[in-house]
């Protein structure tokens, strides 16, 4: 028997193209820019030479945690037009910051490239780019949540079936591709080189007073680094999925929405205001779609058991093989970063936590 249809606050049914998400690319930008017009060909000509800058130590001579009034204005001015912080967040890093070789060749890491870069060589390029292909395994998925969110509407219990074997198929996807990272990034690149430029000036130990913007307040500002919390792909599936995480988790998760995209926020807000997936699952009585429900929600504490695995390698161990003085080839970060994620959480607390919430929310039949 169906559920009753419910009330609506939101706008449905639900279409990817009203919050700017492609039907193809998911978050991603399909077309980013590689040049800004002739004005900005200052700015150009600097990030075309990041890397070789800061190698050199010439980027940020005599600058000591002041960013100066020339770059701070712009920053500021041009990140409140886009809705976004004035940090390197995921959205500037992976959505708008990779493009293909050969424009008519397959998307896969040998036919990708980064339009900006910054110290970390092919482990940057495919830490990067790996991640770009996580977004991009996420597209079914997305396109499988909206369809099971309509399906809802209509309602139509075969096409929420289907819809959430593919959110299922999709997650597992991520996983695997997720693995890529052991192809690509060193694992001490990342720790020593690669994380510093993502740590940003909010929990960060190593610069607990924020960064001081000249010429756009008084005071120092805090931004958090850039994180994969910032990607709104696991965001929409907890929020589709229902799935409710402790306080001190969900605090940080809901601040990460405010370094993305205004209109992925608004995507994930619209879920949030949508009819109860789990609600319309027990009042349906039907164990198919119980099962299938939990099914996505098991592998998407897969992924997150995964992506413990990948931090563990990269940030704990590689931070216990610092201490042992190995590599001695390179800087390695301040050891106040040691067991934090790039966004500033205290990481495997906050890791295990999530994966924890997201298994407790597996559903029972109603008895």
């Not at 940090?87 to 890093?93: A, P, W």
């Not at 940003?200 to 756009?216: C, F, R, S």
């Not at 027990?282 to 099962?291: H, K, M």
Request: aromatic letters at 8%.
């Amino acid at each position: 028997m169906e559920p009753q249809r419910p009330n609506v606050k939101t706008a449905l049914p639900l279409s990817l193209e009203r919050y700017h998400i492609s039907e193809e690319y998911g978050f991603l930008l399909p077309d980013s820019l590689k040049e800004l017009p002739d004005h900005y060909r200052p700015w150009m000509e600097i990030a075309n030479r990041l890397t070789q800058l800061i190698d050199v130590h010439q980027l940020r001579v005599h600058v000591d945690k002041v960013l100066p009034r020339n770059l701070a204005l712009p920053l500021v001015e041009v990140s409140r037009n886009l809705g976004l912080p004035p940090i390197l967040v995921h959205s500037d890093l992976v959505l708008t910051n990779w493009t293909r070789k050969d424009p008519d060749g397959f998307l896969e890491i040998g036919n990708l490239e980064t339009i900006i870069s910054f110290p970390g060589g092919e482990s940057l390029r495919g830490f990067i780019l790996v991640t770009v292909l996580v977004e991009k395994a996420a597209v079914p998925g997305i396109k499988a949540l909206v369809q099971a969110m309509n399906a809802i509407l209509q309602p139509s219990q075969e096409v929420l079936l289907q819809a959430l074997k593919q959110l299922r198929l999709s997650i597992q996807d991520i996983t695997k591709t997720l693995g890529k990272m052991h192809d690509y990034v060193d694992p001490d690149i990342f720790y020593a080189v690669i994380r510093i430029f993502l740590s940003g000036w909010k929990d960060n130990p190593a610069m607990p007073a924020g960064l001081m913007y000249e010429g756009v307040s008084k005071e120092p500002l805090k931004y958090s680094g850039g994180s994969a919390a910032q990607s709104t792909v696991l965001h929409a599936f907890d929020e589709f999925l229902g799935i409710r995480h402790s306080k001190e988790s969900a605090d940080f998760l809901y601040r990460m929405r405010d370094y993305m995209p205004p209109s992925h926020k608004a995507f994930i807000e619209d879920i949030h205001s949508a009819p109860s997936l789990r609600d319309y699952i027990l009042s349906s009585g039907q164990e198919n779609l119980l099962t299938a429900y939990n099914q996505c929600v098991q592998a998407l504490a897969e992924l997150r058991s995964y992506h413990i695995t990948i931090v563990t390698k990269y940030i704990i161990t590689a931070a216990a093989k610092g201490k042992c003085g190995k590599p001695n080839h390179l800087p390695g970060p301040p050891q106040a970063l040691e067991d934090r994620g790039t966004g500033g959480t205290a990481v495997m607390s906050f890791l295990k936590s999530v994966r924890d919430k997201t298994l407790e929310s597996i559903l029972h039949p109603r008895g």
